[in-house]
């Protein structure tokens, strides 16, 4: 029995594992439209006037086996805490998984994200490696992350930095982005943001911002509840409210919109904290 939570924990990492697999396959290759003239032009979404890289398949798939990878990274705290079955083991174990499914595989996605931004450019296509690398700050600083934490007994209800698997599902997002959303109501926020999810600088800076995320000593709010009392647990339900509103709304697009409420919700409430 000690060892089923364990076992929820290695799934998690076939998860990660599989999800590297699919990131990784093969390559990505630009989409074009041959001109009147013969000359090779980028593909643009007639839906959203975006030009864009055809993406396979396998890079959603990625997202998806991240995605279980944090629903089972949920289940194994909530199995070993019903069997009384927590250790030092499980803790440790848990943490090396989260590096591959909240870190590595995220990391991979970056990677080829970057490459899409590079394949836009003439010769992109044979950007250096070097350029490339900076995909691999996440999980460098996500690895940081979690081993701070798991000497640091005092993380409890207030985390110290962005949680990992928060910038795992993030980074996991944005393939799901870019092919299941349809417009509708986030129509204007969805050309916007795909521009951004083409622009090599934006990424450098969006890799940088959640790398500190994760290492600064910020305090971030926890999701855990010590009951149902709104009073006691008013900005998770009000973040758990948001985020429903927000899928509603804007789809796939909600994720990175909660993920910056999160991050402002949890610095609000320290700096009401402090001015009391």
Not at 57 to 64: D, K, N, R, T, V
Not at 70 to 98: C, M
Not at 236 to 265: C, E, G, M, R, S
């Amino acid at each position: 029995m000690k060892q089923i939570p364990n076992i929820f924990t290695l799934v998690n990492l076939v998860f990660g594992c599989i999800a590297i697999m699919y990131a990784l396959q093969p390559g990505l290759v630009p989409q074009y439209t041959i001109t009147e003239g013969g000359n090779a032009t980028a593909y643009l979404n007639e839906a959203t006037g975006v030009q864009y890289i055809n993406m396979p398949e396998q890079i959603q798939l990625a997202s998806l086996f991240i995605g279980l990878a944090a629903i089972v990274d949920f289940l194994d705290g909530f199995v070993a805490r019903l069997l009384r079955a927590t250790s030092e083991l499980g803790k440790q174990l848990d943490s090396l998984s989260d590096v591959v499914s909240f870190g590595v595989a995220p990391g991979m996605i970056l990677l080829q994200l970057l490459r899409l931004a590079y394949a836009q450019q003439p010769d992109g296509l044979d950007v250096s490696i070097i350029w490339l690398l900076p995909a691999f700050i996440v999980p460098a600083a996500g690895a940081y992350r979690l081993a701070r934490f798991n000497i640091d007994a005092a993380q409890g209800t207030v985390f110290k930095g962005v949680p990992i698997p928060a910038v795992g599902l993030l980074v996991a997002s944005f393939p799901l982005i870019a092919f299941f959303n349809t417009g509708g109501f986030a129509g204007p926020a969805l050309v916007g943001f795909l521009h951004l999810l083409s622009n090599k600088w934006f990424l450098y800076a969006l890799i940088l911002l959640v790398s500190y995320l994760m290492v600064s000593p910020l305090p971030m709010m926890a999701l855990k509840f010590k009951n149902i009392s709104i009073k006691n647990n008013g900005p998770q339900y009000l973040l758990i409210a948001t985020a429903i509103i927000a899928a509603i709304i804007l789809q796939w697009l909600a994720v990175p919109v909660v993920f910056v409420i999160y991050v402002v919700l949890s610095l609000l409430i320290k700096q009401k904290t402090h001015d009391v």
